[in-house]
């Protein structure tokens, strides 16, 4: 029998505002100690996982709370999340969870727990949790705890069973007025804690019976969802009854059982149950002549309190409760006077997302103001060489140049042309050009690698990764060259040195450790591209479509729909490790450049598998909305470390693929590339320079900024400003040039 714990994150905790409101509600708050009470119903249910999974079934607008707060207590790796598109109370988040845990686990048994009730002994929890679920196993139970009552609460369910300890229930009973309490509590009664448990087989079944449409629903939103420990249930979970499990199941079902404990329990739903714990104070406070308070204070904030008794008085930023403590149940009403006439007080103001419009002219502001400026002067000398790396406080960092950096800088700058900068960009290109062609390229007119810094020959080998940024440099700086056929004839010469090299079935060997790899094709694919649009000969579009056809065969698993990075020398995946590496990255760049490629073809497959490999590399976007570095052929990461250059591929591909949709699909290609760009601005800096690596929640490596990702920067922008004037999108100026 394998535990699998549920930890429910509904309810809005309403009699605890001001501290607990929609965007923050009371189970992601300290009320009781220093962790939320989220995170101490995750440490009571953790050791009961064993070979289980702990899952977490909490809204959308709650991820953040969840993953933080998981992390926090290192739970991450062994829960899954599931996401609630919209609320459709117990019944539909429990039957979702059960789906998924009957799909993984048929002998599972679900430990469904409330995210923000206070148990303070958490073994004895964990004891009546088991001996329920052997129950549940044994004879498909369904088992909830009912705890002992201490006092005659009208703010609980009340259970009657059949018997003492594990027993039938005979009866559920709603929240009571006080005398109707005290009379349950004589007849034996006990508080319904909210906890069940019942193997997922057993509710499933239950819900198939008895609410058909909360079964259907949540089986439906589970499908076609993808991997990963986090996903959002599918659109279908809306159609979900919004019902209660109680009234879904329990009160119908005859397996309903209640197992009697006495440790001490309380769902915190006022702030007198918050009181009676001893440990409800936050913030600093004053007390005199004071006696039974409560006092929590946000931090920088002083409470005095002088000659009163019995007060609940709890501060948040922009609001101030106090009320008598013996009225806290009442809140409500006050909440409901709030909702009619301060309504911006009955949650705490978040600050909007940035759109895709306005983050786009951001964009062109820091590229014209701040990156490019710095980069075309300390990023080049005055022989026309670029630097390296630029450290973020703006010094140039002396080491070996290489041809590729040397060539991505012609190119970027003769973008910033093209897309009207009105800075010095053409002595850029012109000087970064001819430095270029004098340094770098080899008697037999291929590109040697590597330079010194002082730029002597440093290493000879010619890379056909280098090649193709040749080719792309060549392309985009001919036009303003003294004399543009001869910048061709050069691109030419390596082209046809390339035609040499092409092994028999298809494709080139690159130099180095991977000798047979997609990544050195994708950007001969670009350069074939950008000469093909430039108005090159046909033999340029024939190796575009060459290469086309070899990602097809070979790069693109046709099952999986996602390209492989490692290849043996018949293009068959690599052995090991790098045959199973995945880039989230290289799947959105491949997807931009088949669209581009299907755009001249007019070739509609090569739109689906552009939208196949743009929906594998997304498996790759972390729970905080970065696309990571690698991920597994199933979609999990391989770490936390995400580069720069994968969030501009992800916003190129969204963009160029919201071009060839429609309606909704178009929407959701925006809605990712407005994503994708708000995860590019984690990584640049006022002063035009970024950060490169940043190892998820634990920041950035603190490192001088790579001169290479200007390409991948200048590539996002350039094609955020098409795709802004081919969909029209609303903002006018989303489009304007750089100048």
């Not at 229930?169 to 909210?194: M, T």
């Not at 070996?400 to 700058?413: D, E, G, I, L, N």
């Not at 999986?560 to 995945?582: C, I, K, N, T």
Request: glycine share 8%; aromatic share 8%.
């Amino acid at each position: 029998m394998n535990l699998y714990p549920v930890i429910m994150c509904g309810g809005s905790g309403t009699r605890l505002w001001p501290s607990s409101r929609p965007s923050r509600p009371k189970q992601f708050i300290p009320l009781a100690g220093n962790r939320s009470l989220f995170q101490e119903t995750a440490m009571r249910v953790a050791p009961l996982i064993g070979d289980g999974v702990m899952v977490v079934v909490a809204g959308t607008r709650h991820r953040h709370w969840v993953l933080e707060q998981l992390e926090q207590l290192e739970l991450q790796d062994r829960t899954q999340i599931l996401l609630e598109p919209e609320a459709r109370d117990s019944a539909a988040a429990m039957a979702a969870a059960a789906a998924w845990t009957l799909a993984r686990d048929p002998e599972a048994v679900n430990v469904f727990v409330a995210s923000d009730h206070h148990v303070p002994d958490h073994e004895a929890f964990r004891a009546a949790v088991r001996e329920a679920a052997a129950a549940a196993a044994a004879d498909g139970r369904i088992v909830t705890l009912g705890v002992k009552p201490t006092s005659a609460s009208t703010a609980y369910g009340y259970i009657n069973p059949e018997g003492p300890g594990l027993a039938a229930v005979k009866a559920f009973r709603e929240k009571p007025d006080r005398d109707s309490a005290a009379e349950f509590i004589r007849d034996g009664y006990l508080w319904n804690s909210g906890n069940f448990i019942v193997s997922a087989a057993t509710l499933t079944e239950e819900l198939e019976a008895r609410a058909p449409g909360v079964a259907d629903a949540a089986r439906r939103s589970l499908e076609h969802l993808p991997s990963g420990h986090v996903q959002v249930l599918g659109d279908a979970f809306r159609n979900a009854p919004k019902i209660s499990i109680d009234y879904a199941v329990m009160e119908k079902t005859l397996r309903a059982s209640v197992l009697a404990v006495d440790f001490a329990w309380s769902d915190l739903g006022a702030w007198d149950a918050i009181a009676e714990t001893g440990e409800g104070e936050f913030g600093s406070h004053i007390f005199e002549d004071s006696e039974g308070c409560l006092v929590r204070a946000p931090e920088g904030v002083l409470v005095g309190v002088l000659g009163v008794s019995n007060l609940a008085i709890v501060a948040e930023e922009d609001a101030i409760l106090v009320c008598d403590l013996d009225r806290a149940q009442d809140v409500k009403s006050v909440v409901e006077r709030v909702r009619a006439a301060f309504p911006q007080h009955l949650d705490f103001q978040q600050p909007e997302p940035e759109t895709l419009d306005a983050g786009g002219r951001r964009f062109g502001d820091w590229l014209r103001q701040s990156a490019l400026p710095l980069w075309a002067t300390l990023g080049q000398d005055d022989d026309g060489r670029f630097a390296e790396a630029l450290s973020l406080d703006g010094r140039v960092m002396k080491l070996a140049r290489r041809a590729r950096v040397q060539a991505r800088q012609v190119w970027s700058y003769a973008q910033a042309g093209r897309l009207g900068w009105q800075g010095p960009w053409r002595r850029a290109v012109r000087a970064g050009l001819e430095r270029l062609e004098a340094e770098y390229l080899r008697p037999d007119g291929l590109c040697r690698t590597l330079l010194t810094a002082e730029g002597a020959p440093l290493d000879e080998t010619a890379m056909l990764y280098d090649q193709a940024f040749v080719l792309l440099a060549l392309e985009a700086g001919r036009s303003h060259a003294d004399d543009p056929a001869a910048v061709e004839k050069t691109a030419l010469q390596i082209r046809e040195r390339l035609k040499d090299w092409l092994l028999p079935g298809g494709g080139w060997r690159e130099q180095g450790e991977h000798p047979y790899q997609s990544n050195a094709h994708m950007h001969l694919l670009e350069a074939c591209l950008a000469w093909e649009e430039g108005g090159g000969d046909a033999a340029w579009g024939a190796m575009a479509d060459d290469i086309v056809d070899l990602a097809q065969r070979h790069f693109i698993d046709p099952d999986g729909g996602f390209l492989r990075e490692f290849f043996d020398e018949q293009w068959r995946p690599a052995p090991g490790e790098p045959g199973r590496l995945v880039e989230p990255g290289h799947q959105f760049e491949w997807a931009w450049l088949l669209a581009r490629h299907a755009r001249l073809r007019g070739d509609v497959a090569s739109i689906g598998l552009a939208r196949r490999l743009f929906d594998f590399g997304a498996r790759g976007i972390s729970d905080d909305r970065v696309a990571v570095d690698a991920i597994n052929l199933d979609g999990r990461p391989r770490g936390e470390r995400a580069r720069l250059w994968p969030q501009t591929e992800w916003l190129k591909a969204a963009l160029i693929l919201a071009e060839t949709a429609e309606d909704g699909e178009r929407r959701r290609y925006l809605l990712e590339a407005a994503d994708a760009l708000r995860a590019l601005w984690l990584y640049l800096t006022p002063n035009g320079v970024w950060r490169d690596k940043r190892l998820g929640r634990k920041g950035f490596i603190n490192e001088a900024a790579p001169a290479s990702s200007l390409y991948h920067i200048m590539g996002a922008f350039g094609q955020f400003s098409a795709s802004a004037r081919r969909l029209d999108l609303t903002a006018a100026d989303m489009s304007k040039p750089l100048g």
